[in-house]
């Protein structure tokens, strides 16, 4: 039998980096996925394979001794076969690029966790992203679990650490065009240097987190009005505070300037220093926008959000 599963990705719109620190994000999932095939095996090892590598161990071998990019799934069929006497084939599909901010760790993690525990019973959502979180723990110990989060229940949500998701209802029509600056960049190394930051500048730091919430509360009325340019001028106040911290750098920033251009607003999306920048569009400068990317040499592509999150099949 096999036990199939696929999520999505996901922008972060708003608040990346202070949601760590426990500030209220707002993010949503995208129409990019990972899909994750599990199937039961007589001989007793979990086999892994993706377009990044393969892996294949015994069960119970410890993982400070697995320096893989895999781990996340050997945890995960580990923790959940290890008391049957069997092993496990899992297969790794991707249409989201890795390290560039739009969540395939996280992705990988809510399809894995879906697909393996369905092996062997009906895990719900919750008890999947539960799973899930304790996956990406394995390579980014601090994660807010937002990530995870949206990919789990897809659609465009506001998430902080102790309260969690509430899902946002407006159900935006926005278009995103994302351009991948190709920096690839670690999340939990650029995670790290911002608690540096924190820790060298915490007055600072704590001004940002206030005018961060208040923007964040700003764009939670502009969503339930629809205002798409008033919510683009938001986008352009959080990149100025993304800059302060310190994620940005000259591509980056010559990206956002390119985006500004013809969309309603451009930002970093995720951890930075690397990775993928967004503009918002909807269909009237949807064309202009990723022509404005492309004359410039840039990849770009656009998204719409995912109203579907985890799906089994
Ligand atoms: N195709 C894939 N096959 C297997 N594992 C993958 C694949 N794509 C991503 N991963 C997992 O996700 C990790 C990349 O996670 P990382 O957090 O650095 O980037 P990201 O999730 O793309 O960006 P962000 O967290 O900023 O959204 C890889 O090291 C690997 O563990
Ligand atoms: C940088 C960060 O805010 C988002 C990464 O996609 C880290 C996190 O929320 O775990």
Known sequence: MKSKASAPGKVILFGEHFVVYGIKAILCAIDKRITVTAEKTKERKISIKS???KLELEKNISLSEINSPLKPFYYLANKI???HDIGIEIII??????GVGLGSSSACCVAGAAAISRLFADTTKEEILKLAIEAEKT???NTSGADCTVCTYGGIMEYDKESGFTTIESQPNFHLVIANSNIEHSTETIVAAVKEFKAKNEEEFSTLCRNESELIE???KELKDNNIKEIGNKVIQNQEYLEKIGISNDKLRDMVKIGKNRSFGAKIT??????CIFALTDKSNLDNTIK???DNNYDCFSVKIDFKGLDTF
């Open 51 to 53: 377009n990044i590598g």
């Open 81 to 83: 076969i290890k008391n």
């Open 93 to 98: 599909e991707s249409e989201i690029p890795l």
């Open 139 to 141: 390579i980014f110990q």
């Open 218 to 220: 700003d764009v939670l």
């Open 270 to 275: 995720g951890a930075g220093g690397g990775g």
């Open 292 to 294: 404005q990317f492309k």
